[in-house]
Structures are given as structure tokens and as C-alpha cells.
């Protein structure tokens, strides 16, 4: 079985590889973009990015997005984390994070996942970390050496990211459903 993500980001499309491996679900790349709703809600910006990619592919796919909620600022960036990460980055979260205890940070990711012509469905995972106090790890991308899960960031973890982390979980809740309703519509079709 396949399903095409539409994302420019290969490590996203690296790790949703790895994340559904398991269930033998292959994932074909398509970076054709898709116009990115203003929206505070990261489910609401997958979701019209899939209905919009997959009306205009007419085919089914896959879109992935991503928010970070640090605690301390209030959410901050949440929905915007891309836009925060090209102008201040790492460097300037851990400043903003200077002398600051509650370092408690939520990562969000949300998977839209569209069929032309169907209402889309969201998938979501989240996991709770630590900003940590400095840089550490030279893997992963984006946020990863700033993200702590039990002391460890996800930068460190090498493959093991994909166990614990928010994409892990939306992915995984993906092919379990992507699976069964493959199956189903088998069994429909008899
Ligand atoms: P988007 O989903 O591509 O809009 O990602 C939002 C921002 O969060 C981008 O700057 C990404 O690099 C970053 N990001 C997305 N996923 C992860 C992750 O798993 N770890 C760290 N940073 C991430």
C-alpha cells in the first residue's frame, strides 16, 4: 500500500518512511505545495492544505503540520513555530527561555489526509517535553536540539524519536486507521 505526502520537508518525509514501515505502508513524496491557511489551529491548516492538495492532485493524500506550545510564553509560537524558526531559530528560543524554570513545551502534529472530493480527516499526536538549556545533539532537524523528552533531546535520540514523538503517534494513529479502511472498503467491495 502507498499514500503520496505532499511536504518539501525530507525529514518529515524520512521519518513517516520509518514511522510506517511497520505496517507496510510506503510513502511517495510530492512537493507541489499547498496554500497554508492563517489559522491558530494546526489542525484546521492540515486540513485545508489536504482537501486543497488532494482536490487538485485527484488523488488521495497526505499533509503534515506541526506546532510547538511552550508553556512559559504562553503557547508561543504554536501554529507559527515555522515562521519563528526561520527569523530567531534555536538561538533565540533559549533566550527568550533565559532564567525562565517552567520549561515545559508540547509538541502538536496533526496529519490531514484527503480523498477529491470527501470531507478531510485529521490524525494527531502530541508529546510533552522540556525546552532544554542549551543546544544538544547534532541529528534530527528544526527544533530537535532545544527539545528535551526525559532528559534526552530529540536530536540525541537517533531512531528512538520516532517511538516517543508527536509524529510517532499521529502517524502510527494514520496507518492503523489508513489500514482498516483499506480493508473495509475490500470487504464492501465484495
Ligand atoms: P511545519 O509543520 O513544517 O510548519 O513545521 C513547523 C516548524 O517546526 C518548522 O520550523 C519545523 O522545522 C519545526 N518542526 C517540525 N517538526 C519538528 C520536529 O519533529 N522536531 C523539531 N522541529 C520540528
Avoid at 543546544?135 to 530529540?154: A, C
Amino acid at each position: 500500500m502507498r499514500i503520496t505526502f505532499v511536504t518539501g520537508n525530507r525529514h518529515k518525509v524520512e521519518e513517516a518512511t520509518a514511522i510506517l514501515h511497520d505496517y507496510d505502508i510506503e510513502i511517495v513524496q510530492n512537493d507541489c505545495g499547498y496554500p497554508e491557511l492563517q489559522d491558530d489551529d494546526v489542525a484546521a491548516i492540515a486540513l485545508y492544505g489536504a482537501e486543497h492538495a488532494a482536490n487538485r492532485l485527484n488523488h488521495a493524500v497526505i499533509v503534515e503540520d506541526t506546532g510547538l506550545y511552550i508553556d512559559a510564553l504562553n503557547g508561543f509560537p504554536g501554529p507559527y513555530a515555522a515562521y519563528v524558526y526561520d527569523t530567531i531559530g534555536n538561538a533565540g528560543i533559549l533566550t527568550l527561555m533565559r532564567g525562565v524554570d517552567l520549561r515545559s513545551a508540547t509538541f502538536r502534529s496533526v496529519i490531514g489526509y484527503c480523498e477529491p472530493g470527501m470531507k478531510p480527516i485529521a490524525f494527531e499526536g502530541a508529546v510533552t517535553g522540556r525546552i532544554a538549556d542549551q543546544e544538544q545533539g547534532e541529528g534530527g532537524f528544526g527544533y530537535d536540539p532545544i527539545t528535551e523528552i526525559d532528559g534526552v533531546t530529540f536530536a540525541s535520540m537517533g531512531a528512538e524519536k520516532n517511538k516517543v514523538s508527536h509524529r510517532g503517534k499521529s502517524f502510527t494513529k494514520f496507518a492503523e486507521w489508513f489500514l482498516g479502511s483499506r480493508r473495509d472498503s475490500r470487504i464492501a467491495g465484495k
